[in-house]
């Protein structure tokens, strides 16, 4: 079955400096993939989309990779801030297309 | 309206009682979606409904879970005599079409607990 892991539950960097978070997936080759970001006690919010004929995408701060090959999408946030701090999902559809299956998250903090 | 309804926001309830959770879409989203959230989990994939299709019931844990939706509007997620392990958050989505591709808009949940 699809699996998604996300390389660690918590991240804590320094304000200022660049957060890479980790989103490896097996068992089938998704055609896109998403990223959400969710605060405590509210929904996830959507932040972007990359399609697996992307390489790189990029919002403001942040900035997403596909590796098709390595089964493996990597997120960025340059310039960290404080209110950076949050959960961050990363999330393929499913195999059947009908819905995304979401990774547990990687909690990121940055402190000022 | 402006962004996605759940209600009530928080429902506590006795262990073996029935419950049924609302949830108000975007306007003119037509692809719907209910996931549970345990504490300190990742959102498991319950039930999609999209436009007049039939739904995608693959994640229901249980028959004891059921949704409907009518045309693109509200939908209830009930889940009938209820368990110690349904106390979850339990959170509804709405994208404007079924492939989800400008992402989806979720609401901020209803906290079930069961007691």
């Known amino acids: 079955s699809q699996k998604i892991e996300q390389n660690s539950e918590a991240l804590n960097i320094q304000e200022g400096k660049t957060a890479t978070l980790t989103c490896n997936y097996t068992?089938?080759?998704?055609?896109?993939l998403q990223w959400y970001r969710q605060d405590p006690g509210r929904g996830p919010v959507f932040l972007l989309l990359i399609r697996e004929n992307e390489k790189e995408k990029r919002k403001e701060r942040l900035k997403v990779t596909f590796d098709t090959t390595l089964k493996q999408s990597l997120f960025h946030i340059t310039a960290s801030q404080p209110a950076d701090s949050a959960t961050y999902l990363c999330a393929p559809p499913n195999q059947a297309g009908t819905a995304l299956i979401f990774g547990k998250g990687t909690t990121l903090s940055v402190s000022s | 309206g402006a962004g996605v309804s759940q209600s009530p926001s928080n429902k506590v309830t006795e262990k073996g009682k029935d419950v049924e959770l609302r949830c108000d879409p975007i306007?003119?989203?037509?692809?719907l979606y209910w996931y549970r959230q345990r504490l300190g989990q990742g959102l498991e994939f319950l039930i999609y409904?999209?436009?007049?299709?039939?739904?995608?019931k693959s994640g229901l844990p249980s028959d004891r879970f059921s949704a409907e939706r009518t045309g693109e509007s509200v939908s209830t997620l009930t889940i009938q005599r209820t368990q110690q392990e349904d106390s979850a958050v339990y959170l509804c989505?709405?994208?404007?079409?079924?492939?989800?591709?400008?992402?989806?808009?979720f609401g901020s949940g209803t906290r079930l607990t069961v007691v």
């Open positions: 068992n089938y080759s998704p055609a896109y």
């Open positions: 306007s003119g989203h037509t692809a």
């Open positions: 409904f999209q436009g007049n299709s039939a739904p995608d």
């Open positions: 989505a709405s994208s404007l079409d079924g492939q989800g591709l400008d992402g989806y808009t």
